[in-house]
């Protein structure tokens, strides 16, 4: 199975802050790489797929990149919605998995 | 747009059999080029993939639930299932359906989701 590792696990950040959110994946994964924000008790929304490509309607404050092992996704300026928990997953082989999860709370 | 919905117990017992179902509107289950998903997620925790059937009607199960596990469609009601038996108190999570598809050549990503329901196993 293709381990996810997301880093850090939670992070407090302020409004008009840049996020970095990293994601490693235990072998390479080329650019199967999706993001996905989760709010309490909704479903996961899908932010980034492809490591890159921006899902219609997501703003674009959003953005991903990497490919190999190595993705990162960048909220480049944080708003009062984006308070959420983040995954990446990989869709490079099944079993497929999902990151640990990134929550970003305000501080 | 496609949109996916969960149903099925929110309780069951230790032991006995798991059973959801996913309905699809908006667009057919058996329309080509995609595979219909079961996620779950306990409670304060990550996302844990469990298998999919694919249009064609193959399944992939996660090694880690195989055995205990089956996914089966029903075109002519546009939905599709998931069974996961001899559940224990491990198995309370919010159950998700989801599809991908593989415009890639490889899986794509899971969009939509279903809302999730919420299964607790107790006695």
């Known amino acids: 199975d293709i381990q996810m590792t997301q880093s850090p696990s939670s992070l407090s950040a302020s409004v008009g802050d840049r996020v970095t959110i990293t994601c490693r994946a235990s072998?390479?994964?080329?650019?199967?790489l999706n993001w996905y924000q989760q709010k309490p008790g909704k479903a996961p929304k899908l932010l980034i797929y492809v490591a890159s490509s921006l899902q219609s309607g997501v703003p674009s404050r959003f953005s991903g990149s990497g490919s190999g092992t190595d993705f990162t996704l960048t909220i480049s300026s944080l708003q009062p919605e984006d308070f959420a928990t983040y995954y990446c997953q990989q869709s490079y082989s099944v079993p497929l998995t999902f990151g640990g999860g990134t929550k970003v709370e305000i501080k | 747009q496609v949109q996916l919905q969960e149903s099925g117990p929110g309780l069951v017992k230790p032991s006995q059999t798991l059973s959801l179902t996913c309905t699809v509107s908006g667009g057919s289950i058996s329309s080509g080029g995609y595979y219909w998903n079961w996620i779950r997620q306990h409670p304060g925790k990550g996302l844990e993939w469990i298998g999919y059937i694919y249009y064609s009607g193959s399944t992939y199960y996660n090694p880690s639930l195989k055995n205990r596990v089956t996914i089966s469609v029903d075109t002519s009601k546009n939905q599709f299932s998931l069974k996961l038996s001899s559940v224990t108190a491990a198995d309370t999570a919010v159950y998700y359906c989801g599809r991908d598809g593989e415009s890639t050549g490889y899986h794509d990503w899971f969009d939509p989701w279903g809302q999730g329901t919420l299964v607790t196993v107790s006695s």
């Open positions: 072998q390479n994964i080329s650019r199967h």
